[in-house]
């Protein structure tokens, strides 16, 4: 598993068959706010 930071916060990600997918519970830890996910979901996911 490789590491990106993003406003100074460590996020995980790995890749499989040349596809990024990144740590939501990183990405959770890092936020403050309990809509994140929901607005996350909500604008869709691409």
Known sequence: MSELRVDNQK???????NEDYISITD???SKDG???VSD???NGIQ
């Not at 996020?11 to 068959?17: E, G």
């Open 40 to 42: 996350w979901l909500r």
């Open 11 to 17: 996020i995980n990600y790995m890749k499989i068959n």
């Open 34 to 36: 309990d809509f994140f």
């Open 27 to 29: 990405m959770l830890k």
